[in-house]
């Protein structure tokens, strides 16, 4: 039947192509996502289908992504993953020799287990390290993020050479941190030169979100299967699969690794191979149920514990000046910071300023990476409330502009002593002048200068003052507080402004 | 060059030198005896129609921009503060500008403003980059160090060098157009303190003495024209204002080709008097510009 072969043959070819396109749609407008959007119109919508920051949202989400394996298996890796199509893409790109069946490594469960009990115990460094998006987000951010804002602006400065203004503004950058730059240069390097060696390694080996998926995928209700007759023992398929989790010889493919690529089904030259749905008459394998519902119903049980006791427990950290970092507009307290940030940069990558980076300790070792607002190069913009609208973990809640404007994330200080307007006698103001609240205000000095004076209720602890402090050392310092309040309420613009038109003129 | 223009230019340097010579009293019965005054104050109408009434009484818009010449307006546009907050310039008064300016026959017109909040939001939320394009002119960038100059200012006692804009540096019309507002650490702001804007490290203003800074700075380039807008007046809790109630509806402006004597209007309307506000002072000192309004005469309309 060549017509029927032909047909079956161009379906696949379909389907593997969708699958392709999909995949690689999904991963360039994360891409996008992390480089080019900044602030403003963001929302969490595109990181929210993401597994880790939907589990670390709400324990629901982990549920939702294991109901989605019991239909069709790891659907989310080959799809919406990026670190996923970023491995594949090296693998294919690399065109090495392929390696045949390898059987799944049991460092995979040890390292799903650590995850979730580090997770349960708020020691946050763990998932946020081994989470598959979170990893992409920090390269995308930390490696390319600097090649495209270096690469607009040089545009731009052309564009402005020749006089055409306004048509492509100058993008902020997001502080540089070598240590981080070097780190994430050296993990995705290891990774691409792992992955054109052995396809999807990561994926196989270390992903937790592959693991804990791969416990409900047991027997999905769609699955790629051998269809019994049509097998010329080729080996197309033992070599077309990324995750080496299908073996010829025992006709049989890793469920609960495989990642439905459909490459195999592509590469097979007789049709054997072919998407199929669970037949009623087949048995399951018990062992492997058993082993998926105690497993999975555990992670469950462990994720559904932790999300309940979200302490407010106050950060450990402290650095020599007694100053606390600052956890973005949102974030609540640093107990929910620290607890449900997965340190993905999406906020980091929102932020109009670019105050957002990643920390080196700030938050102390379990919460490396975790961002914190940097005011030496700019400071918290009052109409602003992006980082919220960009958070996929709920660590960064979004805010209404009316409530961000009332929301204190940190507490300043003046510093007289270092002030300019003490020590050399000339007027400055300029921390009064950025203060949206006038928390810091200029009160009478000595012949007739101004000096500042704050008032600790109104103040938001944005940082303007700190980072346009002229004085070296800085005369008006922020610390972060450990749970975020609310400013005073200030009365005297009920009334609105005072029309006064002039009776005549003074002079 | 070539040797005609040579001649001409020659010519009007030596009679702009030997003006310079002439004694200030000599000189302000010439300025008197010109058919405009030196200062326009308006008040009772809309920003657009103050302008255009003011611009009117110092000999119309030809008398600032000649077919052909390249404009730079320097609004205040540096808070991320809508128009309703009057932190920034009325956007109104600015697209009024632009207008006119092209109708005179300015081949562009540039208005920029080195912000203080980020500029993409200020620029946008201020109204006034609107404002600027829907009259037909051009929202320039002031973001980054690289569309700045080091000129050094001759003359200038704190302030020795500094970068100034490049667009500052090739325009052949420069119109200040700034907001009257209290001013937390310079007092009042209004003309010469807009000129801040022009200015890339305006940071070491802060460092080096505010006031003086602001006085040396306006040695460098004076403004053809000073418009400021004292439509809505923050009158305390400036230069950003924190509600609706530290402003006053006042619908003036003041128009002048002395930036000197346009802040000493806008410091009496205010309600301060300008000889103690440093940087006039030392301006006038410097011989910036004159804090006597009679002198260079004032037109007053009220609409």
């Known amino acids: ?475 008006a310092i922020v610390s972060g507080i450990p749970v975020h309040g609310k400013i005073r309420e200030t009365r005297d613009g009920d009334g609105g402004a005072t029309v006064a038109p002039l009776e005549e003129f003074p002079f | 060059m070539d040797r005609r223009e040579f001649l001409k230019r020659a010519a009007a340097l030596g009679i702009g030198g030997a003006a310079l010579l002439v004694p200030r009293s000599v000189r302000s019965v010439f300025a008197a005896a010109r058919s405009h005054p030196g200062l326009a104050a308006v008040r009772g109408g809309e920003p657009g129609e103050m302008f255009d009434r003011g611009v009117a009484a110092l000999g119309g818009m030809g008398r600032f921009v000649k077919k052909g010449q390249t404009v730079v307006i320097k609004p205040n546009m540096a808070w991320d503060v809508p128009p309703e907050g009057g932190a920034n310039t009325n956007p109104a008064l600015v697209e009024r500008i632009v207008k006119r300016c092209l109708e005179a026959g300015a081949s562009k017109v540039y208005a920029f403003d080195h912000t203080c909040d980020l500029w993409r939001r200020s620029y946008k939320n201020s109204g006034v980059e609107d404002a600027v394009r829907r009259a037909g002119g051009v929202a320039a960038p002031a973001d980054s160090g690289g569309y700045y100059q080091k000129v050094s200012i001759a003359g200038g006692k704190v302030l020795k060098e500094v970068s100034v804009h490049e667009l500052l540096l090739e325009c052949d019309v420069f119109i200040n157009v700034p907001v009257l507002k209290h001013h937390g650490g310079a007092g009042i702001t209004m003309g010469m303190k807009n000129l801040m804007g022009t200015v890339w490290n305006r940071g070491e203003f802060h460092s080096k003495g505010l006031h003086q800074c602001i006085a040396d700075i306006s040695l460098f380039r004076r403004p053809q024209l000073t418009v400021i807008d004292a439509y809505r007046m923050m009158s305390r809790n400036g230069p950003r204002g924190t509600s609706p109630g530290d402003l006053r509806v006042l619908k003036a402006q003041i128009l002048s080709t002395d930036i000197v004597a346009a802040d000493t209007a806008a410091a009496r309307i205010f309600g301060a008097d300008p000889a103690n506000v440093a940087y006039i002072r030392s301006a006038a000192g410097m011989g910036v510009g004159t804090m006597d309004l009679e002198a260079l005469g004032v037109e007053r309309i009220a609409l």
Request: include cysteine; hydrophobic fraction near 40%.
């Open chain 1, 1 to 475: 039947m060549p017509s029927d072969k032909k047909s079956s043959g161009k379906k696949k070819r379909t389907l593997g192509k969708a699958r392709n396109i999909l995949s690689l749609a999904v991963f360039f407008l994360f891409l996008a996502f992390f480089l080019f959007r900044a602030g403003g119109t963001a929302s969490p919508l595109l990181p929210g289908i993401q597994a880790v920051p939907a589990a670390f949202r709400w324990w629901g989400g982990a549920a939702v992504f294991a109901v989605s394996a019991l239909f069709a298996g790891r659907v989310y890796c080959s799809f919406l993953c990026p670190l996923g199509t970023f491995q594949e893409a090296a693998w294919r790109l690399g065109k090495q020799p392929r390696t045949g069946y390898l059987p799944g490594s049991p460092l995979r469960f040890l390292v799903l287990a650590l995850v979730l009990v580090s997770g349960a115990l708020g020691i946050s460094i763990v998932p946020a390290l081994l989470d598959p998006y979170a990893a992409f987000g920090r390269g995308a951010v930390q490696l390319l993020r600097p090649a495209a804002a270096g690469g607009i602006n040089a545009l731009s400065d052309f564009l402005e050479g020749r006089g055409i203004y306004g048509l492509l503004p100058h993008v902020s950058r997001i502080p540089f941190v070598p240590v981080l730059f070097w780190g994430t240069a050296a993990f995705f390097l290891l990774l691409a030169v792992w992955s054109v060696r052995r396809g999807r390694p990561f994926c196989d080996a270390l992903c937790p979100v592959g693991t804990f998926l791969g416990l409900f995928s047991a027997s999905p209700l769609v699955s790629v299967r051998f269809s019994g007759d049509r097998c010329t023992g080729c080996g197309s398929c033992e070599r077309s699969c990324p995750q080496n989790c299908i073996s010829l010889k025992e006709r049989r493919i890793d469920a609960d690794r495989c990642v439905l690529c459909l490459r195999c089904i592509e590469a097979c030259p007789g049709g054997e191979l072919s998407l199929a749905f669970a037949g009623k008459t087949e048995s399951l394998a018990r062992r492997g149920l058993l082993r998926s519902a105690a497993g999975g119903a555990a992670a469950l049980a462990v994720m559904f514990w932790s999300r309940k006791k979200v302490s407010s427990a106050t950060s450990s950290a402290s650095s020599p000046d007694d100053r606390l970092p600052v956890s973005p507009p949102g974030s609540g307290s640093h107990g929910n910071f620290t607890k449900r940030c997965v340190a993905c940069m999406a906020c980091a990558a929102a932020c109009p300023a670019g105050i957002i980076r990643p920390s080196l300790g700030e938050w102390g070792a379990r919460g490396l990476f975790q961002p914190v607002l940097d005011y030496e190069k700019g400071y918290c913009q009052y109409s602003c409330n992006a980082c919220g609208k960009a958070c996929p973990t709920g660590a960064i809640i979004p805010l209404l502009l009316e409530e961000k404007q009332r929301t204190s994330i940190g507490k300043a200080r003046f510093l007289r002593r270092n002030c300019i307007v003490r020590i050399y006698g000339t007027a400055c103001g300029a921390c009064s002048e950025h203060c949206p609240t006038q928390a810091m205000h200029m009160v009478p000095f000595r012949g007739g200068l101004t000096i500042p004076e704050l008032d600790p209720s109104l103040c938001l602890g944005c940082g303007a003052c700190e980072n346009v402090c002229p004085a070296e050392p800085k005369a």
